[in-house]
DNA sequence: TAGTGGTCTAGACCACCAT
DNA sequence: TGGTGGTCTAGACCACTAT
């Protein structure tokens, strides 16, 4: 290639070593997932470093998401989570029709684990501009409900939505004011007032939690998130619902197939 | 809902105080883009902290990508980059004969931006399990050709893919030799053996890059990396090509517009 | 050469967890 | 209560960048 590449092999700084001896020892197996670290104080001693020496590499492994630090027990190999997959179907009718739950509860399920969501709250809002954008409503007034739902699959937060709906379109229904949404669940609700979900747009960037991500979802150190931005469309290809998921992204996958030509 | 939320405000310790002045001196404009913090030295005496404290400080808002620490000149406040995005109609035969180009050149063009790209490497290899489960190709022995590529816009490294071609297809082709694909590029050379692509299967991660990836791609400190393998199918469904792409994920999204029920 | 970030030392106190 | 990680101090030397 043409570009003037740098040559920037890392220095092997003091910190590095430790953290490369530790790696290859999470590597070659003598330390298994789940297992403790030695201390850092340890470690210290026995590469004959300082504790902030020792700490900076166990901090070099967590960012990489090798490890994970839990205060006042200990640093521990994290354990291979199993992945989730959201894919094109989620939100077909065959699939609700034939569970009667939830894309996510069905998904959840499939993978023998116990699915819960809660719904945190309901309130007309103001929506987002990139909302407002794609569901073709104002930004300027409180045009929108907006519907914030918790994931868990076994306990665990997996995921955080934030449903946006237009008021012209929930006003005095359920979708308004219940977390109680009867059988096939939201998209069925919509379904029932005619908004029967045809295509969606899913548009997808990661990038680092926010400290209230990260403590809402329980993330360890170095686990990114993948956001989703889902429109839901109808029939004639309006636009009715739009979500916005905050994923954890060591639990979780898409899985996309499509047709390469648009239909 | 019905789990136990710990109370966990964030303790206010020194160094995230001092973050927290950083960040609304970033939020309300007296620190613009591309604008130099205050030294590290400079921080720790006008807060009243230790320099290592001031450090911890930076270290929080460059691992949420809010600035870049450059050695011996500085901590600056990140540009918000301009966002890519890939999507589903990439491999259209339509984009492909409209434009000439490869995908990624069709879509960096676009934005009026300068594509390069670079083949660096062609091999015969074994596949990884991964991709080898995908093609249905024996993973024991040197069954696929393997082609790794960068990808620049403006400059600047974008993406690196790794595509697997079966041997039995790849054989005797400019496909096992060359990166002088000719005309419409890859899925081309595919189209005049046989394959047209029909249908594109998307299996979608994120984490954080590997040291090599970092350097590699020459990404700040907090900017995760999309992992997509992309997976090529014909008319009939068969698999003729697996490609994984590693995508800076502050430059990058993907969009995806499909019918819920599969085709 | 002066100023910057990068790394390191050798201490200290605190919060958390298991016993 | 003792050991763990979390944070902090007050120094020090090195590598890099600009002048």
């Known amino acids: 290639m043409s570009e003037t590449k740098k040559d920037r092999r890392q220095p092997e700084t003091a910190s590095r070593q430790v953290a490369a001896a530790l790696r290859s020892a999470i590597g070659d197996g003598s330390l ?46 994290r354990v291979a989570p199993r992945l989730m997959r959201f894919g094109q179907l989620r939100y077909s009718k065959k699939l609700r029709e034939d569970t009667g739950v939830s894309p996510f509860h069905a998904e959840v399920l499939a993978q023998n684990r116990i ?3 809660y719904l945190t709250s309901i309130e007309r809002a103001v ?20 519907r914030e739902n918790w994931y868990f699959a076994d306990g665990e937060p997996m995921q955080v939505g934030l449903t946006y709906i237009p008021w012209e379109i929930a006003k005095g229904t359920v979708l308004a004011r219940s977390d109680e949404l009867g059988p096939g669940d939201l ?4 379904a029932d007032r005619g908004y029967e979900i045809t295509y969606t747009r899913e548009e997808v960037t990661a990038r680092m939690p926010t400290p209230e991500e990260a403590t809402g979802l329980m993330l360890p150190d170095g686990v990114p998130v993948l956001v989703v931005l889902h429109t839901g469309l109808d029939q004639q290809r309006r636009p009715f619902e ?22």
């Not at 739009?242 to 239909?263: I, K, W």
């Open 32 to 77: 298994a997932p789940g297992d403790r670290l030695p201390s850092e104080r340890t470690l210290a001693s026995t590469h004959g470093v300082a504790r902030n020496t020792a700490r900076e590499a166990v901090r070099q492994l967590a960012e990489s998401g090798l490890v994970t630090a839990e205060h006042g027990r200990g640093v521990f190999v």
């Open 187 to 190: 998209y069925a609700r919509f």
């Open 127 to 146: 929506p987002p501009a990139s909302v407002a954008d794609r569901l073709g409503v104002k930004v300027s007034s409180k045009s929108v409900v907006r």
């Open 242 to 263: 739009v979500t916005e998921f905050v994923m954890r992204a060591d639990y979780t996958g898409l899985d996309y197939t499509m047709p390469v030509d648009a239909s």
């Open 115 to 117: 699915p819960n969501a």
